[in-house]
């Protein structure tokens, strides 16, 4: 009993705000993953640019298949962000 991890401290956590803000647990975990997600595309650009660059990673740099992979990825990231603030805006699909 005196160790305090695991989900109830992940639920204490998450309790303590929800409550001051009269959100669900569950709304402010989705919220956080949508923050998370608009920052996202911000990582992955530089290092698909880095990556894709001989100069900075002599041997190691990307093929082509590898780099068209990344920047599939990191578009469908940014086009699912526009869609998410669309819908957030009143938009509809």
Not at 5 to 28: E, Q, T, Y
Not at 47 to 61: K, N, P
């Amino acid at each position: 009993m005196a160790e305090s991890f695991g989900l109830f401290s992940f639920r204490k956590s998450v309790n303590g705000p929800s409550r001051l803000l009269k959100f669900s647990p569950l709304k402010i975990i989705v919220l956080s993953q949508v923050v998370l997600s608009f920052t996202l595309p911000f990582a992955l650009a530089p290092l698909v640019i880095l990556t894709r660059r001989e100069q900075v990673m002599g041997d190691l740099v990307n093929n082509r298949r590898t780099n068209a992979l990344a920047y599939t990825v990191t578009a469908v990231i940014i086009v699912l962000n526009v869609l998410l603030l669309y819908q957030q805006f009143g938009g509809q699909f």
